[in-house]
Structures are given as C-alpha cells and as structure tokens.
Nanobody
C-alpha cells in the first residue's frame, strides 16, 4: 500500500516562497512509470494541477505556474518537494501530492495540507 504525506508550513507571507514536501512510503518514487504530482484546490474552486516529477527525475509544470514552480526530489528519503515562489493570497489552497501514471490517472493521494498566504 502506497502512502503519501504532505508536510510544510501552513502560513506563508506574500512574496515569499511556499515549500512543501511529500514523503512516500510503500513504494519508490523511482519506480517505472509513475509521475509524482502536486495538485491544489483553492477555496470554492476545482482542482488545479501544478506539476510533476517523473520516475526518471524529469519535471513538467503547468504553463500558468511554470515561471514560479520548481519540483525536486530526494531519492534517499523517498521524498519530493514543491517550491512556489512569489506567492500571493491567490495561492491559498489545500495542496495535495499524488501518484499518477502515463494515462493521467491518479491512484494514491496524500490527505492534503492547507496553505494560507497572508501577512
């Protein structure tokens, strides 16, 4: 059973960088052919895909967030990390990490973590 757990600050000030880590257990983040994504849901809105880091280490980001997004990984800890720079209150959301495959289907999700951007 694969489990994902998000961790990081729940409050970030405007203009700062949001940093979240997803710790994966029960499966390796280097296993073919999985894609490890970050997804968020702002209050009252639908899910928004942010980006992924693939089993190979390659990354791909949403065009609308690409200029502010970086996803990296630590294979020794079986973790991957999201950094979103220059945040504004519009980045307030519940942030999820999830495992996807090459059919864009997600089979495992973290429980989600609330991040609020406020001074």
């Amino acid at each position: 059973q694969v489990q994902l757990q998000e961790s990081g600050p729940g409050l970030v000030k405007p203009s700062q960088t949001l940093s979240l880590t997803c710790t994966v257990s029960g499966g390796s983040i280097t296993t073919n052919y999985y894609y490890w994504s970050w997804i968020r849901q702002p209050p009252g809105k639908g899910l928004e895909w942010i980006g992924y880091i693939a089993y190979s280490g390659s990354t791909y980001y949403s065009p609308s967030l690409k200029s502010r997004t970086s996803i990296s990984r630590d294979t020794s800890k079986n973790q991957f990390t999201l950094q979103l720079s220059s945040v504004t209150p519009e980045d307030t959301a519940v942030y999820y990490c999830a495992r996807g495959d090459d059919r864009d289907e997600y089979d495992y999700w973290g429980q989600g973590t609330q991040v609020t951007v406020s001074s």
